[in-house]
């Protein structure tokens, strides 16, 4: 029996694919790190999937990450880095696979939301960092345990030292301790602290939430929110005024008309009484 053009051009199910699952939501995408055998600790098969999730859902206005288990991601498989064959080169303009996953994250025009269960630890603080935004649960706790056998948080130093306080990264970073929760959200490093059994449903509530509003505005929006967060007073007004400019570019017509519906009356989410 011959095979319809569909059936012949489904690719098979691979072991791989089911180390990051994506679970499609209309404009937003549930990814959920799958190694709970190893606390969701990212090995390279793990990072490759990673990144292809993150092309599956390219079209997603909102992205929640989350991990299966009592983790939400340990951070690189060091059992699998400290066991792997010394490279004969390195070259110089070739970037680590962990660093080009939090690159890829940082450039996909979604917006992330984490949903932090569990343990967060090295790599997964970057993680939760390199969000937009993040709901802990109550058993949640974050960490850099990296100084605590002799090494420096390549990622997770500078996202933490990027994102709270420097009192606080320093707590975080030279004490190697592990914050909980409540502690992570003084801090900032998470928005919201909920009941465990009600980590993704609000992280999803979020999502969809998020996920109402124009995806040109969204995508731009995201950009500029990582690009002003480096610049000074006059380049940051620049930068924004070019980057409303774009997306009124882009928009065309459907930015004219949501103005139109202001003046009108009709008023949006955080926008009049």
Same mark, same amino acid.
């Given at each position: ?33 799958? *190694? $709970? ?9 793990? @990072?490759?999937?990673? #990144? !292809?999730?993150? +092309?599956?859902? /390219? ?30 080169? *390195? $070259? ?9 996953? @939090?690159?890829?994250? #940082? !450039?996909?025009? +979604?917006?992330? /939301? ?160």
């Amino acid at each position: 029996m011959a095979m319809s053009s569909e059936t012949s051009t489904t690719k098979p199910h691979t072991p791989e694919q089911d180390l990051v699952l994506v679970d499609a939501r209309g404009d937003y995408a549930v990814m959920t790190i799958n *190694r $709970p055998e190893k606390r969701n600790a990212m090995s390279s098969a793990a @990072q490759r999937r990673f #990144r !292809a999730a993150l +092309a599956e859902t /390219v079209d997603k206005k909102v992205v929640v990450l989350t991990g299966t288990g009592p983790s939400f991601c340990a951070g690189v498989d060091l059992v699998e880095v400290r066991s792997a064959p010394r490279p004969t080169s *390195r $070259p110089s303009q070739t970037p680590l696979s962990w660093t080009q996953c @939090q690159a890829d994250l #940082r !450039a996909h025009p +979604a917006i992330f /939301v984490a949903a932090v269960n569990g343990f967060a630890l090295g790599g997964g603080s970057t993680l939760i960092n390199n969000c937009e935004l993040a709901v802990a649960a109550e058993s949640a706790t974050i960490g850099a345990p990296e100084m605590g056998f002799g090494a420096w948080p390549v990622q997770a130093g500078p996202a933490m030292i990027k994102r709270v306080l420097p009192k606080h990264a320093a707590e975080i970073v030279f004490m190697a301790k592990r914050v909980d929760a409540a502690t992570a959200l003084r801090m900032g490093l998470v928005n919201e602290v909920v009941p465990d059994d009600r980590l993704l449903d609000r992280a999803c509530e979020i999502a969809a939430h998020i996920a109402g509003f124009d995806a040109i505005a969204l995508d731009w929006g995201k950009k500029a929110y990582h690009q002003l967060q480096g610049l000074d007073w006059d380049d940051a007004l620049d930068y924004s005024t070019y980057t409303s400019s774009i997306i009124g570019q882009e928009q065309g017509v459907a930015s004219a008309a949501g103005l139109d519906r202001f003046a009108a009356g009709h008023r949006g989410s955080g926008q009049g009484a």
